[in-house]
């Protein structure tokens, strides 16, 4: 009972005082539970709400936009644009657009347009132009590494240590016969010595670089230009002896001359294939380096390379690596291949069943012996002076040593300048 003037309880009133105030504390409790839920609840769908958006899915935002500018013309160009149709299809994440700039306009063009702050994620050009964009420092190193390359491909395009671009489509010459009228040669005596002769588009360090380097040619030796060395010399006085002989045609029409059995052999790229294919020209073919006993290294023909903006790289790296990636695949660039000009550049698609017939295998075996001259070196300085020394002295208008002497004089001027 509870007693005036008394601040305690007993009896039945403690009692009930106890159980009020438990019968309190599960009310409070159960509101504070319930309270939690809806907070709960509340910061569920908050954060479901306010969760970023991912690249590609609906509702998130703009798939990245990868800008590439390319030379390519006729059907590569219209290869290119089905294959990047793939790939968009492949990888909503990025949308590749191309843009078409010319060949003698594309060094100037993208200097102008990285000067305002523009210009594309990715190049394709061919070899020199990629050497002039190097040279006016508007590419930055590769943002995909390849090892699926080939390496003589690979290093056309590195600067010093550092990659500046990817080979994509390349090719090289190879000595095509016709096997209704002739026999494949073992050596280049046998060759010559084969009635009808060979004919040639152009008697130049590129076309013949597998014989010129079979038998002792170089440019430099010990870091210094030699275009005169006995070994250049020598060679350029048997070309003179074949062409006087009629064993060596120079005609720009080789190949149509071929192809219409008014010649039984010719020098060609080997990407050419296809086009005497259309034709129903009946050919077989040698690598250049076999008829030297192995000893030829041949030099690369057309070449185009990949290569990334100095200036765009840098934010979208993730992207364009999905699309250099994207782009070096072996059944794209199978596909470029079809198209009717140059080989794949990557090892890898001379694995395909498709690639065990034809002009692949050959090309396969010149591809991995091929000079492997980097992007940097001096020599691609001096091959247009022994091919004018070359010239010269096929024509007549001046004696091989003289012609050779000359090349060198100015391949000393011209390395004296860039040094």
């Not at 073992?186 to 130049?204: C, E, K, Y």
Request: aromatic residues 10%; glycine residues 8%; proline residues 6%.
């Amino acid at each position: 009972m509870y007693q005036a003037g008394s601040s305690s309880f007993t009896g039945r009133g403690k009692s009930r005082f106890i159980a009020i105030k438990f019968e309190w504390s599960e009310t409070m409790i159960s509101r504070l539970l319930h309270s939690i839920f809806c907070m709960l609840i509340i910061v569920f769908l908050v954060s479901g709400c306010s969760k970023a958006p991912q690249t590609g899915e609906p509702g998130g935002p703009a798939p990245a936009v990868i800008e590439v500018w390319h030379s390519l013309l006729g059907a590569q160009a219209d290869a290119l644009q089905n294959q990047v149709q793939a790939i968009n299809k492949a990888h909503p994440q990025v949308i590749v657009k191309l843009r078409y700039v010319p060949e003698q306009n594309f060094a100037a063009f993208t200097y102008q347009a990285e000067a305002g702050g523009e210009g594309p994620e990715i190049f394709i050009a061919r070899r020199e132009i990629i050497r002039q964009l190097y040279s006016q420092g508007t590419l930055a190193k590769v943002a995909y590494a390849d090892q699926g390359s080939f390496t003589a491909a690979a290093a056309g395009f590195r600067f010093g240590d550092t990659q500046y671009a990817l080979p994509w489509l390349t090719d090289v010459p190879m000595l095509y016969y016709r096997t209704d009228t002739a026999n494949a040669p073992s050596t280049l005596a046998d060759l010559f010595s084969s009635q009808g002769g060979i004919s040639v588009p152009a008697a130049d360090t590129a076309t013949l670089s597998a014989w010129w380097s079979g038998q002792g040619g170089a440019l430099m030796t010990g870091g210094n230009p030699a275009l005169d060395n006995p070994s250049n010399l020598a060679f350029l006085q048997q070309l003179i002896a074949w062409q006087n002989a009629k064993s060596l045609r120079i005609d720009p029409q080789a190949l149509t001359s071929f192809a219409g059995g008014q010649a039984p052999y010719v020098i060609a790229g080997a990407s050419q294939s296809v086009l005497l294919n259309q034709q129903k020209v009946p050919w077989g073919c040698v690598s250049l380096t076999d008829l030297t006993a192995g000893q030829g290294e041949p030099l690369l023909g057309l070449t185009f390379g990949i290569a990334n903006s100095a200036i765009m790289t840098k934010d979208l790296s993730p992207e364009i690596k999905i699309v250099e990636q994207a782009l070096l695949q072996p059944d794209v660039e199978g596909a470029l291949a079809k198209s009717g000009s140059l080989l794949p550049a990557n090892m890898a698609y001379y694995q395909l069943p498709e690639a065990q017939k034809g002009i692949f295998p050959q090309a396969y075996r010149a591809f991995s012996k091929a000079w492997g001259l980097v992007g940097s070196a001096p020599e691609w300085n001096l091959i247009s002076l022994q091919d004018t020394a070359w010239s010269n002295a096929l024509a007549g208008s001046s004696s091989p040593q003289d012609a050779l002497t000359s090349a060198q004089a100015q391949a000393l001027k011209a390395l004296n300048k860039s040094s």
